[in-house]
């Protein structure tokens, strides 16, 4: 994990600190951008020598030994084409014609691009909406922001997009291995319900999901190409959960796989990139605080307490002075009220998610005698 911290800590510093130089100096140019990249820089490096990973233990000698990593390899070639083929025809030229791959990625890639040109003019830190009148920017642009960095550095705008998207497709699949093994990984990558059964029958590679009858779309293709505040806030989620993890459970009395100025500069400017992926993690530290006992309760009160103001202060910056909606609503049955979702209760549920639910309900039965 040497490998992803160091690269997200460069990410995490070269934002924070660019946002910070671009509020004092009024916006965003090459002495910033180069100055802000350097700091990255030497924090990563910082972050390579400092964190401390044991590594994953070598496989027990036996016959089915050699086949260990089998699956593994298949899911690390799934993943690699998902990867290539959504990210290095994110956006391209088709002669006089500009094209996206993705039509889940028509509206949201056009925002993007505004928000990174918007940066890279050096408008005012943090700057106005340009798409909505009177009204502050109500957006964790911080993985645009970055790549406005880039693009002050004369890093063609569309090669940055896509550079960041394989970079970050990597740093995933890593994350989600180290954190969950390969069945995280298929997890992540293989998350539809029984329409992609579809493809016995037809034998087309195709988002079968993205049928408009489809309530259920696929992660990897509805959010993680298009949402690019989670290129960094998925990784740098799961290497703090790692960290936890390691931390309280498998290395108590041992040295922290990450020091503290990385646990917290990741927790604490999580809200700049995804709000929703800070406030993921905030109820994870919460549950650790309640059942955790005295050190670990003490180890989560201070990277809370630390981590108030800076947390704070990104959370007031995107909601544009905390004026902006509530980003989390409770509306159960939501999609079934929409004409083109709507469906018998039972209908919907499995042509979304098949036997899920079932396998749910009898996990938690399982889990529950096996505690009683």
């Not at 401390?52 to 260990?68: C, F, H, L």
């Not at 340009?130 to 970055?146: E, K, M």
């Not at 579809?198 to 408009?212: C, L, P």
Request: proline share 5%.
């Amino acid at each position: 994990m040497k490998w992803l911290s160091a690269g997200l800590t460069f990410v995490n510093f070269a934002t924070v600190v660019g946002l910070f130089l671009g509020m004092a100096s009024g916006g965003l140019g090459p002495w910033v951008a180069m100055f802000s990249l350097l700091i990255g820089v030497a924090a990563a490096l910082a972050a390579y020598s400092t964190t401390t990973d044991k590594g994953i233990a070598s496989p027990v000698a036996e016959p089915t030994a050699n086949y260990r990593y089998l699956w593994t390899w298949a899911l690390a070639g799934c993943f690699a084409i998902f990867a290539v083929r959504s990210f290095c025809w994110l956006l391209y030229n088709d002669g006089e014609d500009l094209r996206i791959q993705s039509p889940n990625n028509l509206g949201d890639l056009a925002l993007h691009i505004t928000y990174i040109k918007n940066f890279a003019n050096g408008v005012s830190i943090w700057p106005d909406n340009p798409i909505y009148v009177f009204s502050r920017l109500r957006y964790p642009a911080g993985t645009d922001l970055f790549n406005a960095l880039l693009t002050c550095m004369n890093v063609d705008l569309t090669r940055g997009l896509i550079w960041a998207g394989l970079l970050a497709s990597v740093a995933t699949f890593y994350a989600l291995y180290r954190w969950a093994g390969a069945f995280g990984v298929a997890g992540f990558l293989f998350n539809g319900g029984v329409a992609g059964f579809q493809f016995f029958t037809t034998f087309k590679f195709f988002d079968y999901q993205g049928d408009k009858a489809i309530a259920w779309k696929s992660i990897p293709l509805s959010m993680f190409v298009t949402q690019r505040g989670l290129l960094y806030a998925i990784p740098a989620g799961l290497l703090l959960l790692w960290h936890w993890r390691e931390k309280f459970f498998r290395n108590q009395g041992a040295r922290s796989p990450l020091p503290f100025w990385i646990e917290l500069s990741l927790y604490a400017s999580m809200p700049l990139f995804h709000l929703h992926t800070f406030m993921a993690l905030s109820i994870v530290l919460l549950f650790f605080f309640i059942f955790g006992d005295r050190n670990v309760r003490k180890d989560v009160a201070i990277l809370v307490g630390g981590a108030l103001l800076p947390a704070t202060f990104f959370v007031w910056l995107i909601t544009d002075h905390f004026q902006a909606g509530s980003v989390v609503a409770w509306k159960p049955g939501l999609l079934r009220k929409v004409p083109e979702f709507s469906a018998p209760f039972f209908d919907f549920w499995s042509a979304n998610f098949g036997i899920l639910l079932p396998l749910v309900v009898a996990l938690l039965v399982v889990c529950g005698w096996r505690a009683f």
